[in-house]
C-alpha cells in the first residue's frame, strides 16, 4: 500500500462503509455485489479479463465482448440467477450487479436496454406470449431501429415503410407487411446490437394500410437473420457502421430492408391494429395503459442519469487517488514534495465533480423511484393525471441533458487533470472518456431536450399567471417553483437573505437562489415568446429564437431539482439511521460545495435581477475555498466510498493500493510492439533508412 494513500485514508473523518451501504442500498446489497464481482473476477475461464484490451484489434474486442456476454449466462444459470423471475434473466438485480461487474461493453446491450421494454410496452398479451420466453432463452437477440441515415430525433420524418399486403394479392396468411427502405436515406442507421449481433429488430416505420393510407409511425418486429445460422435473411443487408470514437464492442449498425415481408402479427398490436383485410384501427386501451408504456420507455433515461454518477465516480475516483500519490513541486522547506491534490487549483477542477458524482445518485435514484411510484399507480388502476406524466418527462429530460454533459466534459477534465500520464490508455480514462461520449446524444440530444423541458414548463407557467390549474402540480417536480413564480408575477422582489459570509453557506438559503434563478428565466422565455409574437413573429419563429434561453432555463432547472434531490436525499439517509453524524456532515459540505461552485460559475444570472447584491456575491468565491478545504481531507475516502474496484476501474492510475508506476510501465512492456527487438518496424524499413538504402543527395554522404 502506497504510504501516502494510507495516511489520507487514515485521516478520514467518517466511516466509509456507511456510505458504500448507502449507494448500494443497505449492508446486504453490498455485500451481494461484492459477492457477484468475485464471481466474475475469479471466473476460471479467464474471458472476463481485461488486460490487453487496448492492445486487441476492433473485431477481437467484439468476438470477446460477445464471449463474455455468452459466459455471463452460463454464469447466472449454474447460479440460478433470474431463477426467481421465471427464467427472465433481464428482470433480476443480480443481472445488473454483474454486468458492472464485467466492467465492459457487451454487444448485445441493446436486447435488454431497447427491445424488451418494447415488447412489454406495445405488444398486446398474445404477441408477448410469443416473443418473450424466445428472448428469455436468448434464441431471439433483439435491437431498436429507429434512426435513420437522413434522420434521428425527427421521428414523424422517417422513411422506413411497413404496406400491408393481404392474402388476396399474395400477402401470408391473414395478411402481411412489406418493410422497405425507399431511399439511401431510409437506411437504419446507428442502432446498437444490429451489425452483426441482433437476428430481429423492433423496426420504426411508417404504417401504409389497406387503403394506402399513410398511418404514422408505428413498431414492427422484424426478423433480421436465419436462428439456426445466423445468415441474413431476403431483402435484409445488415451491417456495422464502422469505428467510432469510442464504444466500439457494440456493432452499431445500418440496416437495408428490400420488400421484407413479415407476418401481419409482427405489428406491435397493444394499442393499434390492422385486421386480415387491412383496415386500420386504434384499440380502445386505457389511459392508464398508454401512460404505463410511456413511463416504461422513459426509465431508460433515468438509467442513463444514474449512469451519470457512475461515469464521474470512476472518473474522480482515479483522479483522486493518483493526484493523492503523485507529487509535484517543494514545500517551503525546499526538501519536501507537495502532493498533487494539496493544490487550490487541482481541488477546484476535481471537488466539483466528485460533488456531482454523489448529486447526480441521489437525483438518479429520487428519479427511478417516481417512474417506478407512478408505474405501479397505473397498474394498481390508481389515478396518474397527464400533467404528472409530462412533468416527470420534463425532469427526465432536464436531467439526462445536464448531468450527461456534466460527466462527459467532467470525464475529460479528470484525465486532463492526470498530466501527461492520464493521456495514456492503461490510465483507464480515455476508453471511459470515448465509451461515455455517446451519452450526451443517445435517448435525446442534449441541445435538443431543453425544449422539451421548457413546453412543459411553460404550462406551469401560464397555470400561475391565470391562477387556474396549479393545484394540478401539487405532486409534481416543478410544484417547488411555484413561490417564486407566484413573487415574480405579483411584482414581489425575491431577494437573498444572507446578511454574511456565513449565511451564504446556508443549504437552504442557496437552495431558494437556484429556485428564484430557475422561475426567473423561465419567465423570461415566456416574456421573450409572448414579445416576439406580438412583434409579428410566428410561434415556429419565435421558439427558434428562444432556444438560446431555453438551454439556459432547463439547465437552471436542472441544478436546482439536482440541489434540492441532494439535500432531501441527505436527510432521508439521516432519518433511516444509515448515516451517522460524520457522514452527514461530509456528504452537506460535497452539497455546499456542489451548489456555491455552480453558483459561482453563473454568478451573473443570480445578480441579473437584484436576487444576490454585489456583497452578497462577492461571497460566493471565498466561500468555494473554504469547502475545498473542508473536502480535502476527506477526498480519497469520498472516491473509496464508491466501492469501485481495480478490476472495475482497469487503471493503472486509480490502484487502490496507490501503487502507480510499477503498473504503468507493467503496462508498457505488455504492449505487443515491444515483444520482439530490435522492433517490427525495424527490418525492412528502419534498416533501409539507416543503412542508405534509399539513396543520399549527391556529395552529402556523411563519413560516420
Not at 404496406?163 to 442502432?191: D, L, N, Q, R
Not at 507493467?666 to 515483444?675: F, I, M, T, V
Request: net charge neutral; with cysteine; proline share 4%.
Amino acid at each position: 500500500m502506497n504510504a501516502d494513500l494510507k495516511r489520507e485514508r487514515e485521516q478520514a473523518s467518517f466511516d466509509v462503509l456507511k456510505i458504500t451501504h448507502m449507494f448500494d442500498g443497505g449492508k446486504a446489497a453490498t455485500d451481494r455485489r461484492r459477492y457477484l464481482e468475485r464471481v466474475i473476477e475469479r471466473d476460471p475461464t479467464d474471458i472476463f479479463s481485461n488486460d490487453d484490451n487496448h492492445y486487441l484489434h476492433r473485431t477481437e474486442r467484439h468476438v470477446r465482448a460477445t464471449a463474455k456476454h455468452v459466459r455471463l449466462v452460463e454464469i447466472c444459470r449454474k447460479l440460478g440467477i433470474g431463477k426467481e423471475c421465471g427464467g427472465e434473466l433481464c428482470e433480476s438485480d443480480d443481472f445488473y450487479f454483474l454486468l458492472d461487474a464485467v466492467a465492459d461493453d457487451l454487444p448485445t446491450a441493446l436486447h435488454w436496454v431497447m427491445f424488451l421494454p418494447n415488447i412489454k410496452t406495445l405488444c398486446d398479451d398474445e404477441q408477448q406470449a410469443k416473443w418473450l420466453p424466445l428472448c428469455r432463452d436468448w434464441k431471439v437477440i433483439g435491437c431498436y431501429a429507429q434512426t435513420e441515415l437522413g434522420h434521428g430525433s425527427n421521428v414523424r420524418a422517417l422513411e422506413t415503410t411497413a404496406t400491408f399486403v393481404p392474402e388476396s394479392k399474395g400477402g401470408k396468411k391473414g395478411g402481411s407487411f412489406v418493410i422497405h427502405s425507399p431511399s439511401m436515406t431510409a437506411a437504419k442507421f446507428w442502432p446498437g446490437t444490429l451489425g452483426r449481433t441482433a437476428n430481429h429488430a423492433m423496426v420504426i416505420a411508417r404504417l401504409i394500410d389497406g387503403e394506402g393510407v399513410d398511418r404514422g409511425i408505428h413498431n414492427f418486429i422484424v426478423p433480421l437473420r436465419s436462428m439456426e445460422d445466423h445468415s441474413l435473411l431476403p431483402g435484409v443487408k445488415t451491417g456495422d457502421i464502422g469505428p467510432k470514437i469510442g464504444y466500439n464492442n457494440m456493432d452499431n449498425g445500418f440496416a437495408y430492408f428490400d420488400n421484407v415481408e413479415i407476418p401481419r402479427r409482427n405489428m406491435a398490436m397493444r394499442f393499434a391494429e390492422v385486421d386480415e383485410n387491412g383496415k386500420y384501427s386504434k384499440k380502445h386501451v386505457s389511459a392508464a395503459a398508454s401512460k404505463v408504456a410511456y413511463i416504461t420507455m422513459m426509465q431508460v433515461r433515468a438509467m442513463i442519469v444514474m449512469g451519470s454518477s457512475k461515469a464521474l465516480a470512476m472518473a474522480t475516483t482515479i483522479n483522486i487517488r493518483y493526484s493523492a500519490v503523485r507529487k509535484q513541486g517543494y514545500n517551503e522547506d525546499g526538501k519536501t514534495e507537495v502532493q498533487v491534490l494539496d493544490y487550490k487549483q487541482q481541488q477546484h477542477r476535481i471537488f466539483p465533480l466528485l460533488a456531482a458524482s454523489y448529486c447526480f445518485f441521489f437525483s438518479g435514484r429520487k428519479l427511478w423511484d417516481n417512474l417506478k411510484k407512478i408505474e405501479h399507480k397505473l397498474i394498481s388502476k390508481k389515478p396518474v393525471t397527464k400533467v404528472q406524466v409530462a412533468d416527470i418527462h420534463a425532469t427526465s429530460s432536464a436531467l439526462k441533458s445536464f448531468n450527461t454533459m456534466v460527466a462527459a466534459d467532467g470525464i475529460e477534465e479528470c484525465r486532463k487533470a492526470c498530466g501527461g500520464h492520464g493521456f495514456l490508455a492503461s490510465s483507464g480514462l480515455p476508453e471511459l472518456m470515448c465509451s461515455y461520449l455517446q451519452s450526451p446524444t443517445v435517448e435525446g440530444d442534449n441541445h435538443m431536450l431543453p425544449q422539451q423541458v421548457v413546453k412543459v414548463l411553460l404550462k406551469l407557467v401560464q397555470a400561475v399567471q391565470s391562477g387556474e390549474g396549479v393545484d394540478a402540480y401539487t405532486t409534481c417536480d416543478s410544484y417547488s417553483l411555484v413561490p417564486s413564480l407566484k413573487a415574480l408575477f405579483s411584482g414581489q422582489r425575491e431577494k437573498c437573505l444572507a446578511v454574511n459570509k456565513t449565511d451564504m453557506k446556508d443549504l437552504p438559503t442557496l437552495l431558494l437562489a437556484f429556485r428564484h434563478r430557475a422561475a426567473m428565466l423561465l419567465i423570461n422565455v415566456a416574456k421573450q415568446l409572448n414579445d416576439d409574437v406580438m412583434n409579428g413573429k410566428s410561434m415556429q419563429e419565435a421558439w427558434n429564437y428562444a432556444l438560446v434561453a431555453m438551454a439556459k432555463s432547463s439547465k437552471a432547472y436542472s441544478l436546482f431539482l439536482l440541489l434540492r434531490n441532494f439535500m432531501e436525499g441527505i436527510m432521508e439517509e439521516q432519518r433511516s439511521k444509515l448515516l451517522g453524524r460524520a457522514e452527514v456532515s461530509v456528504l452537506g459540505d460535497l452539497a455546499r460545495m456542489f451548489a456555491l461552485y455552480w453558483m459561482e460559475k453563473d454568478i451573473g444570472d443570480f445578480i441579473h435581477d437584484g436576487y444576490l447584491t454585489a456583497k452578497q456575491a462577492s461571497w460566493v468565491a471565498p466561500n468555494v475555498l473554504e469547502f475545498l478545504d473542508a473536502i480535502r481531507p476527506n477526498a480519497v475516502a469520498l472516491a473509496d466510498a464508491r466501492d469501485l474496484s481495480d478490476f472495475r476501474l482497469k487503471s493503472a492510475l486509480g490502484r487502490y493500493d496507490g501503487n502507480v508506476y510499477p503498473h504503468i510501465l507493467e503496462a508498457a512492456y505488455k504492449d505487443p510492439l515491444n515483444s520482439v527487438d530490435p522492433g517490427p518496424a525495424y527490418d525492412p524499413e528502419l534498416k533501409r533508412l539507416i543503412t542508405g538504402g534509399v539513396g543520399v543527395y549527391s556529395g552529402t554522404a556523411s563519413r560516420l
